[in-house]
C-alpha cells in the first residue's frame, strides 16, 4: 500500500523518438512529486541495468534527458526500461522501444573509436567534444588531408562515373575554398511557391515574426511543402554525399526575410560533428541578393584554421542566453582567422545554393540599407553514420532519418 501510496505521488513521464535512430537516441524525461524526496533513476536495456543517478523531487518539475550512444548497440529493436526508486523499491517504471540503426563505414569507424576511447553508453544531459577521438588521423574526412588539393580523390570519383565534370569542378572549389555554388538550380516555379510560403509565414507572425526582423523562422519545412521539397533536394543530396562518402541527413531549416547581421563564426561548435568534417551548411537564395541588404560574407579558405571546441579553451557549457565567456574566449579565435583570409561578399541570383564547409569562417553583414530584404533558406546536413551535437551547449543534436539521395 506505501508503494502504491508513493507512485501515486509522483509524476513521471518518458519519450525517445520513434522508428530507427542513428547516433545519439534521447531519452527525454520529466518527472514531479508532490513533496521533496530522495529517489534514483535506473536505466536498463533489454534487462541489463546500464545507468543509474540520484535525484531530489519535488513540486517543481524536473525536465531532463539521457543519451544512448547508439553505436554502441547492436542495430535492431531494444527495449529501454526507467525505474524511479525509493530506497528500494521501484515506485515508477516506464518502457520505451528503441531501434538503433548506425549503418555503413563512418557508423562502423565511429563504433571502433568510441569502444577504444572509453566513450560512455549513457551520456548525463551533456554532449562534450572530449568525449572523441578527434585527433584520430583515420577519420580525417578525405577533402581535410593534407594531399586533399592534389584532387586524387576527385579524379577517382570522375573517373568511376560517380561525379560528373560540373559536380568535379565544384568539389575542388570546395577544396580549396571551403565551399561550392550551384546556380540556377532552384528554378522559377518552386522559387515561387517558396516566396509564398515564406510571404505566408510572415502573415501568420508564425514564432512572433514581426516585418523587418533581422531574426530567423525555424523549420518551416514541418508546415509548407515547397519548403520541404527544398530541405530534401535530390541534387543537394547527391553532392553532399560526395562531401561525406555517405548519404546526407538533414538537421534543420532556418529562414530569413531580411539579412541576419549574425557576426562571423564557424559553424563547428554549435552543429557539431563526430568524425570531423561530416556537416555542411547549404544557403538558399530565393530572391537576387542586393548590396547593402545584409549580404552573406565568406572567408575563402578559412576552413583550413584550427576547429574550436569548448573544453580546448577551458569555456563552460552555455546557459540560458548568457554567451559573455563564448564571446571572451571563442570570438577573438574567429577573429584572428578572418585576419589571415579575404573576405567574399556573396550576392547570388534567386535559385542559388551555396554548400560550406562546416568549418568555414562566415558571417552576415550590416544591413545598410535596412527596408532591403534578403529572403534565404539555410539548413544544414550531418553524414550518415555521424554523431551530431552541439558542442556550444552540450544539447544532442537532430538529424532526418527519411532522407536519402538519389
Known amino acids: 500500500m506505501q508503494q502504491e501510496l508513493e507512485a501515486s505521488a509522483i509524476s513521471f513521464e518518458a519519450s525517445a523518438a520513434p522508428g530507427p535512430q542513428q547516433g545519439i537516441i ?26 543509474a543517478k540520484s535525484l531530489e523531487l519535488g513540486p517543481t518539475a524536473q525536465e531532463l534527458w539521457l543519451g544512448l550512444h547508439g553505436h554502441l548497440l547492436p542495430d535492431g529493436p531494444a527495449v529501454v526500461r526507467l525505474a524511479l526508486l525509493v530506497g528500494e523499491r521501484s515506485v515508477v517504471e516506464r518502457r520505451l522501444d528503441i531501434h538503433p540503426r548506425n549503418q555503413g563505414e563512418t557508423a562502423r569507424l565511429v563504433r571502433e573509436s568510441l569502444v577504444a576511447n ?18 584520430d588521423p583515420s577519420l580525417t574526412a578525405w577533402f581535410d588531408k593534407p594531399d586533399a588539393e592534389a584532387f586524387a580523390h576527385i579524379a577517382a570519383l570522375e ?34 511557391r517558396l516566396n509564398a510560403a515564406l510571404d505566408d509565414a510572415v502573415a501568420h507572425k508564425i514564432e512572433g515574426y514581426e516585418w523587418g526582423d533581422s531574426r530567423r523562422i525555424h523549420n518551416l519545412h514541418d508546415r509548407y511543402p515547397a519548403i520541404r521539397e527544398l530541405w530534401l533536394h535530390p541534387q543537394i543530396l547527391r553532392i553532399l554525399e560526395l562531401i561525406f562518402g555517405e ?24 552543429l557539431t560533428p563526430f568524425p570531423a568534417g561530416r556537416m555542411c551548411g547549404v544557403w538558399t537564395a530565393l530572391e537576387d541578393v542586393q548590396p547593402g541588404s545584409g549580404e552573406l560574407v565568406v572567408f575563402p579558405g578559412s576552413h583550413r584554421g584550427p576547429r574550436v571546441y569548448l573544453r580546448d579553451v577551458g569555456l563552460p557549457k552555455v546557459r540560458g542566453d548568457d554567451w559573455s565567456g563564448f564571446a571572451e574566449k571563442v570570438v577573438p579565435i574567429w577573429t584572428e582567422i578572418r585576419a589571415r583570409h579575404p573576405r567574399h561578399v556573396y550576392r547570388p541570383s534567386a535559385g542559388t545554393v551555396l554548400i560550406w564547409h562546416e568549418n568555414l569562417l562566415h558571417a552576415g553583414s550590416p544591413r545598410a540599407d535596412r527596408e532591403k530584404s534578403r529572403r534565404s533558406i539555410v539548413s544544414h546536413y550531418f553524414g550518415n553514420g555521424a554523431i551530431a551535437y552541439y558542442d556550444s551547449t552540450g544539447q544532442p543534436g537532430f538529424i532526418y532519418e527519411g532522407a536519402a539521395s538519389s
Not at 28 to 50: F, K, P, T, Y
Not at 118 to 135: K, R, W
Not at 159 to 183: C, K, N, T
Open 247 to 270: 548519404r546526407a541527413k538533414p538537421c534543420q531549416t532556418l529562414t530569413y526575410v531580411f539579412g541576419s547581421e549574425q557576426q562571423y563564426h564557424q559553424d563547428t561548435v554549435s
Open 118 to 135: 572509453g566513450a560512455p553508453l549513457v551520456l548525463d544531459g551533456c554532449c562534450d567534444s572530449g568525449l572523441y577521438d578527434y585527433a
Open 159 to 192: 573517373a568511376s562515373g560517380a561525379a560528373d565534370a560540373e559536380q568535379a569542378e565544384a568539389l575542388r572549389h570546395f577544396v580549396v575554398h571551403g565551399y561550392l555554388e550551384m546556380p540556377g538550380l532552384i528554378g522559377p516555379e518552386h522559387l515561387g
Open 26 to 51: 534521447v531519452i527525454r524525461m520529466a518527472v514531479q512529486a508532490s513533496e521533496v524526496q530522495a529517489a534514483r533513476l535506473q536505466l536498463s536495456i533489454d534487462g541489463r541495468a546500464v545507468f
